[in-house]
């Protein structure tokens, strides 16, 4: 090498760590400006085909604007009745409120409930107040509040609207410091080093403004879009990835540096060497298994893959270029006060690593077993999580006013007032449908869309030759009766001759977003396995080996399901859990687990090309146990930080990942997959160069006569 090639060697990390330092002086405000583009309406999660979503495109037509009802509910404090009185105030403040900002129309009059114990009426607002859209409800609620002897509750979609900003409000610096503070304890402990987990943990937060920073100007032009649990789900991701990529490269470098003596730029040559194939193939099982959501058909789903994949490469292109920089520029010091010892060097390592491969050498068919038996045990409860949806009074986990409101509402008023059943059918039809809708059980009453462009009495409204019905249901718009009530509404009015009508609904919506959820994990889930089996296969050059690591990856997200349905059930009171927490429990289950094995797989196989195919597991085992058993930790710790989120969807996520990922770092891939490995011995990389080692009489795989013993 030329002195001139050499001095641009000995230059590159100075560049690198300038370019780095750049993109987070640059771009990390970014990662507190997603929330600008970033948008919660609800219609974000509905499927894009379904007959509920063509509802809301044909429901629009019969509008003059757009709108979001906001439900005044106005109850007595003794729980008596209301008077005509109070009706008739209740009525006036109503009426003050047209012309107000954000007010579209003319509020309804208020009615009365059948035991005439509360009161009802509907605001409808702008849909794009955004962040008016609090004060608006505010201004509501002060002028409902001038009826005497009531008290006062706003329900409906723009409440739960409210509640939903409510909830992410602040979500750019809550979460991303409870995640960071969470992690840079966790590595103080584990590796008692001063600046080894600062410089972690700035390379983590240079990934995500890199991250943030595309995201921005994607969403901006509308290529991706972004919601709070996207954008949540993003910072954990980034952080975790790119903090779990960088112990697995810094334990290696510290291994080489005692190698090689100190000489830093060697060291982390042969440090790269061998652990830029496992995080790059890492990285790859999670970019495209998040990329697989691209195949759903819920408008979140497929806005999270995109995103997800970015964070994943932002995290890895850290991992790969800063971190090395700062380490090489750092040396020994990075370090201190430990000091890479020649000990660290050794494949063989000390303390509970060694017990822990002395263990699976001694009694490997016991060891897989015993835990086989207890993931089996775990997964037979998974059929028991009910993925049909979370009832409107456990989407927050907290007491958020507009489910106490819809509380409220429910038991003065049929279970599905404000929430009605739209349908849509041919203006020359009303008469056979109205009646068809009108004689389904569950069905309370219906109402026509009439020319002011609201249900009531008066010349129906007809837009391109069609009319919309409001039909309430007699229970609880959330509730499986009422969307078996909507199964039987569609039925009836798809069988009245040319009416061509359409159900739809929050109902509706529900009802069908939980069908395309389990359509969705039908079709993304053997896309997701297959993904990870041709990684691996090209990784650790095997067929048997990468079916052995899905397979247990597998087991140990069915296993996750069924202590979640028992924690979410009888811990934490969860009566049903949201429809797309399968699906990403498993995206991210699936694909995190593949990691870990990866990386145990990956050292195994270069150890057993140097002492064969036995000794390569337990040194293997042993050289990767502490830093994958940290880093799964670290990755857990992140993602149990989405439960700062007070809503039931990340909350759930929260509990799947970060236990999933306990239940495979500490079981999976420290017990389970290293006891079937040593058992089967060779033929496990079948039909791979190691399968046709000799074993020798302990059981130990020798190398071939002339065969490489330089690594991977």
């Known amino acids: 090498m030329s002195r001139s090639t050499r001095r641009a060697v000995r230059l590159l990390p100075l560049v690198l760590l300038v370019v780095w330092l750049a993109v987070g002086g640059g771009l990390g405000p970014f990662a507190g400006k997603l929330g600008e583009v970033a948008t919660n309406d609800q219609a974000a999660f509905l499927p894009r085909s379904a007959e509920s979503t063509r509802v809301i495109e044909a429901q629009r037509a019969f509008r003059q604007e757009e709108t979001l009802p906001a439900l ?36 309804s009059q208020a009615l009365p409930s059948e035991d005439d114990e509360a009161l009802r009426g509907v605001v409808q607002l702008r849909p794009d107040l955004g962040e008016e859209l609090a004060p608006t409800l505010e201004a509501i609620g002060r002028a409902a509040s001038a009826v005497p002897g009531t008290s006062v509750r706003l329900a409906g979609p723009a409440a739960t609207q409210a509640d939903l900003s409510d909830a992410f409000a602040g979500i750019d610096g809550l979460l991303l410091a409870v995640a960071l503070v969470t992690v840079l304890l966790i590595l103080l402990l584990v590796y008692r080093s001063v600046l080894l987990p600062l410089v972690i943990i700035l390379g983590a937060v240079f990934s995500l403004a890199l991250a943030c920073a595309v995201v921005y100007v994607l969403a901006d032009h509308d290529i991706v879009r972004v919601d709070g649990q996207v954008q949540g789900i993003l910072s954990i991701l980034v952080i975790g990835a790119a903090t779990d990529y960088a112990l697995l490269l810094a334990v290696r470098y510290r291994e080489e540096l005692a190698r090689h003596e100190g000489d830093r730029f060697p060291a982390m040559r042969a440090a790269l060497r061998e652990s830029a194939g496992p995080i790059t ?22 806005a999270l893959g995109p995103v997800g994949a970015i964070g994943i490469v932002c ?71 009910e993925s049909k949806g979370v009832p409107l009074d456990e989407i927050f986990v907290n007491d958020a006013p507009s489910v106490a409101a819809q509380e409220t509402l429910g038991r003065h008023f049929p279970g599905g007032a404000g929430n009605p059943a739209i349908v849509i059918a041919a203006a020359g039809s009303l008469a056979e449908v109205t009646a068809a809708a009108a004689g389904v059980e569950g069905v309370d009453s219906t109402a026509v869309v009439t020319a002011s462009g609201r249900p009531g009495a008066g010349a129906p409204l007809v837009v391109d030759g069609r009319v919309r019905i409001d039909v309430t249901l007699t229970d609880a718009a959330d509730s499986e009766a009422a969307a078996a009530t909507v199964a039987r509404l569609r039925s009836a009015v798809h069988a009245v001759p040319g009416a061509d009508a359409l159900v739809g609904g929050y109902t509706a919506q529900r009802y069908d977003t939980q069908r395309t959820a389990e359509r969705d994990r039908m079709l993304i889930v053997p896309v997701v396995l297959a993904v990870i089996l041709t990684i691996l296969v090209g990784l650790l050059r095997s067929l048997l080996m990468p079916l052995l690591l899905v397979a247990t990856v597998a087991l140990n997200f069915l296993a996750t399901l069924g202590v979640s349905a028992l924690v979410f059930r009888y811990v934490f009171g969860f ?42 597991v337990l040194r293997g085992l042993t050289a990767t146990g502490g830093v994958i058993t940290s880093a799964g930790v670290v990755l857990a710790a992140t993602f149990a930080a989405l439960g700062v989120i007070p809503l039931a969807f990340l909350v759930q996520i929260a509990f799947i990942v970060a236990f999933g990922v306990l239940l495979d770092t500490l079981v999976v891939r420290s017990l389970l997959v290293p006891a079937l490995v040593r058992d089967l011995g060779p033929v496990a990389w079948w039909p791979g160069e190691l399968s046709r080692r000799a074993t020798g009489p302990e059981g130990r795989g020798a190398p071939p006569k002339g065969a490489s013993t330089t690594g991977a």
Do not use: Q
Not at 281 to 302: E, P
């Open 72 to 107: 005044v509910v106005w109850t007595s404090p003794d729980g008596g009745p209301v008077g005509p009185e109070a009706r008739s105030a209740a009525t006036r403040a109503l009426a003050t409120l047209t012309g107000r900002p954000g007010v579209v129309g003319t509020p």
């Open 281 to 302: 193939a890492s990285a790859a099982t999670v970019a495209l298994g998040l990329l697989a959501l691209l195949f759903s058909d819920l408008t979140n789903n497929r």
């Open 575 to 616: 009566t049903g859990t949201d429809s797309s927490v399968p699906l990403y429990g498993f995206v991210f289950l699936v694909a995190l687990g593949v990691d870990y094995n990866i990386f145990l797989m990956s050292r195994v196989r270069e150890e057993s090309l140097r002492h064969g195919v036995r000794e390569g």
């Open 315 to 385: 995290a890895v292109l850290s991992a790969l270029t800063f971190l090395p920089a700062v380490l090489v520029l750092l040396g020994r010091a990075a370090y201190w006060p430990a000091r890479p010892r020649p000990s660290d060097a050794e494949a063989g390592g000390t303390g509970i690593w060694r017990r822990v491969a002395a263990l699976v050498d001694r009694a490997p068919r016991k060891v897989w077993a015993a835990t086989l038996a207890g993931l089996l045990a775990c997964a037979a409860f998974a059929p028991v999580l």
